[in-house]
């Protein structure tokens, strides 16, 4: 049996390895410290929810502050991409060496065409992959016009209600074969060529890039040594967890994944731990640092990698945390879109929050404490709120009286 940690260690390493403990740089946000901060996630989750900015904005301001939300356009949508689609935890951006072995172990097609006709979807297909061979990067809508597709009126409201060319285009992107080269300001995809995405280095087909650089494909020892190093990147990311933290970082099978543990259990990669309280077996990436002390502060996204797993979370923290948009409104108990507050190495606070656009307001529906939360949590939150609203171009912090927190916030907003 390995080193056996307490709770607090533990946190402090899982603070670590999402780059969640120190305090934050005073210096200007550049490209570059962006791209460090993505390096070290290895994935952010994309979710058209824009209720204060889309989700994959909001885990770069959690950790680094005000920086330029144009940054990720760049990173994302310039060659040599250092991010690009595909789905992992979610629909996600990933690093592109992440691609290959992500196809080999994602499964999809229900966001696909595997549902429609066949013929249909072959001479789709056909028509799509020939346009975009010579064209730029098009939106579904794009596509459609463009191959002049007639939709045939249905009854069936599948999925989103998307077209046939839409779910057609899904289904290439699925299996690797087109790629999205950016979004549009209505938040679509605009899809090319997969080989028009990926780095050179990564390209093994120009028309297809669905088989591994190395030229393993699907084979088991291909499969095998892919989900190796995806189960290493979620070890690395997470710094110290379960199989099943490790696994639900990029949704792996629990099976595979289990053989996957054993054998970076084997290789070094892994090593066995306990932690007081915890009973499940635990695993530490051998890169994992302890801090003496976790200082950070941040707002976070309800799609933030620290918070995927719920169960670690509660875990982790002794934080409940469930996401209400869902919820009908009478049954909300937090609200609508609730981010929790991190202090240190405690999961403070939540709020729920809503960038009023019109009126240049960042809006507090409601502000409450945890039971542990420190003295410093109102002051700390309001200095938050106060770099929120100027990272999006909002004039004012509006705290509405809602929540055990909101009298003390108010007080602090007003006073900051």
């Given at each position: 049996?390995?080193?056996?940690?307490?709770?607090?260690?533990?946190?402090?390493?899982a603070?670590s390895?999402?780059?969640?403990?120190?305090?934050?740089?005073?210096?200007?946000?550049?490209?570059?410290?962006?791209?460090?901060?993505?390096a070290q996630?290895?994935?952010?989750?994309?979710?058209?929810?824009?209720?204060?900015?889309?989700?994959h904005?909001l885990?770069?301001?959690?950790r680094?502050?005000?920086?330029?939300?144009?940054i990720l356009?760049?990173?994302?949508?310039?060659?040599?991409?250092?991010?690009?689609?595909?789905?992992?935890?979610?629909?996600?951006?990933?690093?592109?060496?992440h691609?290959?072995?992500?196809?080999?172990?994602?499964?999809?097609?229900?966001?696909?065409?595997?549902?429609?006709?066949?013929?249909l979807?072959d001479g789709?297909e056909?028509?799509?992959?020939?346009?975009?061979?010579?064209s730029?990067?098009?939106?579904?809508?794009?596509?459609k016009t463009?191959?002049?597709h007639?939709?045939?009126?249905?009854?069936?409201?599948?999925?989103?209600?998307?077209?046939?060319?839409?779910?057609?285009l899904?289904g290439?992107?699925?299996r690797?074969v087109?790629?999205?080269?950016?979004r549009?300001?209505q938040?679509?995809?605009?899809?090319?060529?997969v080989?028009?995405?990926?780095?050179?280095?990564?390209?093994?087909?120009?028309g297809d890039g669905?088989?591994?650089?190395d030229?393993?494909?699907e084979?088991?020892?291909g499969?095998?040594?892919?989900?190796?190093?995806?189960?290493?990147?979620?070890a690395?990311?997470?710094?110290?967890?379960?199989l099943?933290?490790?696994a639900?970082?990029f949704?792996l099978?629990a099976?595979?994944?289990?053989?996957?543990?054993?054998r970076?259990l084997?290789?070094?990669?892994?090593?066995?731990?306990e932690?007081?309280?915890?009973?499940?077996?635990t695993?530490?990436?051998?890169?994992?640092t302890?801090?003496?002390?976790?200082?950070?502060?941040?707002l976070?996204?309800?799609?933030?990698?620290?918070?995927?797993?719920r169960?670690?979370?509660?875990d982790?923290?002794n934080?409940?945390?469930?996401?209400?948009?869902?919820?009908?409104?009478?049954k909300?108990?937090?609200?609508?879109y609730v981010?929790?507050?991190?202090?240190?190495?405690?999961m403070?606070?939540?709020?729920?929050?809503?960038a009023?656009?019109?009126?240049?307001?960042l809006?507090?529906?409601?502000?409450?404490?945890?039971p542990?939360?420190p003295?410093?949590?109102?002051?700390?939150?309001a200095?938050?709120?106060a770099?929120?609203?100027?990272?999006l171009?909002?004039?004012?912090?509006v705290?509405?009286?809602?929540?055990?927190?909101?009298?003390?916030?108010a007080?602090?907003?007003?006073?900051?």
């Amino acid at each position: 049996m390995g080193a056996r940690l307490s709770l607090p260690q533990a946190r402090r390493i899982a603070l670590s390895a999402q780059g969640l403990a120190g305090v934050r740089p005073v210096q200007p946000v550049n490209a570059r410290a962006v791209g460090r901060a993505f390096a070290q996630l290895q994935l952010v989750q994309i979710d058209s929810v824009n209720i204060i900015a889309r989700s994959h904005f909001l885990p770069f301001f959690s950790r680094l502050g005000n920086y330029d939300r144009t940054i990720l356009a760049t990173l994302s949508g310039r060659a040599p991409r250092k991010m690009m689609e595909y789905w992992a935890h979610e629909a996600s951006y990933i690093r592109p060496e992440h691609f290959h072995d992500l196809t080999l172990w994602q499964n999809r097609t229900w966001a696909g065409s595997a549902s429609l006709d066949p013929q249909l979807r072959d001479g789709l297909e056909r028509e799509i992959l020939a346009l975009l061979a010579s064209s730029r990067p098009l939106t579904a809508r794009e596509v459609k016009t463009r191959i002049g597709h007639e939709e045939e009126k249905s009854r069936d409201e599948w999925g989103w209600n998307w077209s046939s060319v839409k779910r057609t285009l899904e289904g290439l992107f699925e299996r690797g074969v087109v790629g999205a080269a950016s979004r549009n300001e209505q938040f679509e995809r605009r899809y090319t060529l997969v080989g028009n995405v990926l780095p050179p280095a990564l390209r093994q087909d120009p028309g297809d890039g669905s088989a591994a650089p190395d030229g393993s494909g699907e084979g088991q020892g291909g499969r095998q040594a892919a989900m190796d190093r995806l189960m290493a990147a979620g070890a690395r990311a997470h710094g110290i967890g379960t199989l099943r933290c490790f696994a639900d970082y990029f949704r792996l099978p629990a099976k595979e994944a289990a053989g996957s543990v054993a054998r970076l259990l084997a290789n070094g990669t892994l090593e066995r731990v306990e932690v007081d309280g915890w009973s499940a077996p635990t695993y530490l990436h051998t890169s994992a640092t302890i801090p003496r002390k976790a200082q950070g502060r941040a707002l976070l996204s309800p799609f933030d990698s620290l918070v995927f797993e719920r169960r670690r979370l509660l875990d982790l923290f002794n934080f409940h945390y469930r996401l209400e948009i869902y919820t009908p409104a009478a049954k909300r108990k937090y609200g609508y879109y609730v981010l929790p507050f991190l202090v240190g190495e405690t999961m403070a606070a939540r709020v729920d929050l809503k960038a009023d656009r019109q009126e240049g307001r960042l809006l507090v529906r409601g502000a409450f404490a945890e039971p542990d939360a420190p003295a410093e949590t109102a002051s700390a939150l309001a200095v938050e709120l106060a770099l929120m609203a100027h990272w999006l171009g909002l004039d004012c912090v509006v705290v509405e009286p809602r929540g055990n927190l909101a009298r003390q916030l108010a007080m602090e907003t007003r006073h900051g």
